[in-house]
C-alpha cells in the first residue's frame, strides 16, 4: 500500500487542473492520503477522487472545488465503486454538479463495498442545472456504512427547466446495508424552475431502521420551487 504525506491541507495540494480525476485508485491497490487537500478535478465519476475494487483511507483531508459537467454525475468529490472507504478528521466541500441530465453524491458517492466516515463534513456541496438528483450531498447505496461525528450540511440543489424533476434525499441518501451512527445534520436549499417537481425524503432519506438515530432537532430543510 502507498501513503501520500502532506504538510497540511492548507499547504499541501494535489491539483487536477481540469484534466480529468485528481486522483485515481482501482485493480485492488491500497492508497491513503493525509493532511493534504485534493482539488481542480473535472470528470463524470470521482472529479477528485475515484476508487474502483480498492481501498482508500483519508485523513485530515480536504476535497474542495471539483466539477462534472457531464450529463450523468456521480460522486464529483468522491466516489467510490465496490471499495473500501475510510474518512477521518476531513472535510468535503465546495464541489458542483453542473449538468442538463442526471447526479448523485456531489460531495460522496458510494456503491457496494464498505463507508465509514469518522468526524468528516460535507458541506456547500451544489447540483446546478440537471433535472433530477439522488443525495446531493452523499449518496451510498448496497454500502455497509458506519457514521461517527458526521455532518452534511449547505447543500444546494438548484434544478433546470422542464417537467417532472425529482430530488430523492436532498442531503443525502443512505440506503441498506448500514450498521448504526448516522448523520446528525442535513440542510439543503432547493430551487428550480420545474413546472413538477417531487421531492422525497426532503433533506434526507433513510432506511427505516436509522430514521429514529437521526436528530430531527437539528435538521433544517427548505424547498423553494419557482
Known sequence: DLTLQGAASSSTFLDGGGAGSVVIVDGGEGLTLRDLTVRGGLADNGAGIFVS??????????????????AVCNGTGVYALNSTLLVSDSEVRDNTQR?????????????GGSLQLDEVRVRNNTFTGGSSVTGAGLATSGTVA????VEISATTIELGVGDNHWVTGGGFIIEPSVVPGAPTYAHAN????AKQMKQGGGGKKLPAKLQAMVDKSQEHVE????
Open 223 to 226: 424547498g423553494i420551487v419557482r
Open 190 to 193: 432547493y430551487a428550480g424552475n
Open 53 to 70: 475494487a480498492s481501498a482508500l483511507t483519508l485523513e485530515q483531508v480536504v476535497v474542495e472545488d471539483n466539477e462534472c459537467t457531464s
Open 146 to 149: 458506519i457514521f461517527d461525528q
Open 99 to 111: 449538468t442538463t441530465g442526471t447526479g448523485a453524491g456531489v460531495g460522496i458517492f458510494t456503491q
